[in-house]
């Protein structure tokens, strides 16, 4: 994984590079035909680009008395992001990733034994911590504002959905012991995304993003079930919560 992620980042700087070389050689040949400020101010149809995102994320339910969160996780992801501009300021923000998130859930009375990907027992009463850690496939979709070009910077607000496919999950348990829960965990989750940021004209079209994105779940994310204070069981619907930035290249 590091070293895709790393071929994934050279990609994308090599692609930035290029595209910006090729953006000055354009504007530079055609300065004498065409208003550079009417150029400047132009806007495509479509723009897209690639990015890399980090940050934290962590666990919550809405049953509170038998769940906490108890500590968050570091976060990553990559993808591709594409704008469909209905016009200057307002755009169809369209993106296909892979992200990996998680966090530590902690069970007042422990988890009811379920199976690993090779039908080994986990869990019981007696542990109260598990750290889950899982990928997704994501597919973003929003509305995006965004302001006029000010000084090389246009600045922007978006709000979406975001439907997910789950790739693969793993929990360690308080021993550190790592399992590969695949089956436990729902395959299909949606989300809802708030964020903004900026992106900086660095020559032509090609710009450089940065953005700050909020995304929750609105589904249960897994099939794992806790103790009640009776010994009864139930399922606490776990949800998750995610703060990440993203940097990138649009061309």
Partial sequence: ???????????????????????????????????????????????GGLYLKGGVSWMMSDSKAYFKNEKAKMTYGFGAVMDLNFTNNFALNIAGGFCNIGGTANFKNGAVPFKDIDGIAIGDSTMHNYKYSTSFIEIPIGIKGCTNEIGYFTYFLKLGVDPMIRVKSKVTLESKDTYITTKEFNLFNIGWHVGGGAEWTIAGNTKLLFELTYLGSFLDLDRIKSYKDDKSEFNPGLKFNDISLKVGVIF
Avoid: G, H, R, W
């Fill in 1 to 47: 994984m590091k070293k895709f992620i790393s071929a994934f980042v050279i990609i994308l700087l090599s692609t930035a590079l290029l595209s910006a070389q090729e953006q000055i050689q354009t504007q530079s040949s055609n300065q004498y035909q065409t208003n550079p400020v009417q150029q400047k101010q132009k806007k495509n149809k479509v723009d």
